[in-house]
T-cell receptor, first 115, second 110 residues
Framework: GAGVSQTPSNKVTEKGKYVELRCDPI?????LYWYRQSLGQGPEFLIY????????DSGLPNDRFFAVRPEGSVSTLKIQRTERGDSAVYLC?????????????FGPGTRLTVT | GQNIDQPTEMTATEGAIVQINCTYQ??????LFWYQQHAGEAPTFLSY????GLEEKGRFSSFLSRSKGYSYLLLKELQMKDSASYLC???????????FGRGTSLIVHP
């Protein structure tokens, strides 16, 4: 079956621009996570959705970052006024049930480069 | 806060056995995950332990000691395709968010 998909796979943008990264989770999965991963590091938590609501957004680094999941399926991570330090691979993951103890299925990621 | 510690890099020979260790400090504890991540690809789930002991799954086994805040991933009969980063992630009590370590890069050579 279809796994988690993310678009675009690569995004190059200039400093100061706005970007949107999209995640299509596995159909029916309740929980959705966004992470970002820099080279040589593990995934760093950004935000967690249960259904449509952001249950935990404590990982968002500042107010330039925002994410939505309006219908409880597709999610969009939005970054305003991008900075070079935002360059990383942004990973999305979903799990069948909420609760944290369930296996997460990761998408292939979006590599964001801010020049 | 949480702290996850694992070695940065390990090398091993094809056909051998390797043990990748992970120590963690969390506020409460609700389980530990291991994920495999090949270069440029998404992490994929290997195991989840919440009780003490060893869980075996084919060539891969995962061990947990809650009292010691310690886990290891054991890979047997290593194959070249096992060259990857292995991520340890701990779940604090009452949290839905696993905290990932930086990963251990395993290089398997002939």
């Amino acid at each position: 079956g279809a796994g988690v998909s993310q678009t675009p796979s690569n995004k190059v943008t200039e400093k100061g621009k706005y970007v949107e990264l999209r995640c299509d989770p596995i159909s029916g999965h309740t929980a959705l996570y966004w992470y970002r991963q820099s080279l040589g590091q593990g995934p760093e938590f950004l935000i967690y959705f249960q259904g449509t609501g952001a249950a935990d957004d404590s990982g968002l680094p500042n107010d330039r970052f925002f994410a939505v999941r309006p219908e409880g399926s597709v999610s969009t991570l939005k970054i305003q006024r991008t900075e070079r330090g935002d360059s990383a691979v942004y990973l999305c993951a979903s799990s069948e049930l909420a609760g944290g103890t369930y296996e997460q299925y990761f998408g292939p990621g979006t590599r964001l480069t801010v020049t | 806060g949480q702290n996850i510690d694992q070695p940065t890099e390990m090398t091993a020979t094809e056909g051998a056995i390797v043990q990748i260790n992970c120590t963690y400090q969390t506020s409460g504890f609700n389980g530990l995950f291991w994920y495999q991540q090949h270069a440029g690809e998404a992490p994929t789930f290997l195991s989840y332990n919440v009780l003490d002991g060893l869980e075996e799954k084919g060539r891969f086994s995962s061990f947990l000691s809650r009292s010691k805040g310690y886990s290891y991933l054991l890979l047997k009969e290593l194959q070249m395709k096992d060259s990857a980063s292995y991520l340890c992630a701990a779940l604090s009590g009452g949290s839905y968010i696993p905290t990932f370590g930086r990963g251990t890069s395993l290089i398997v050579h002939p």
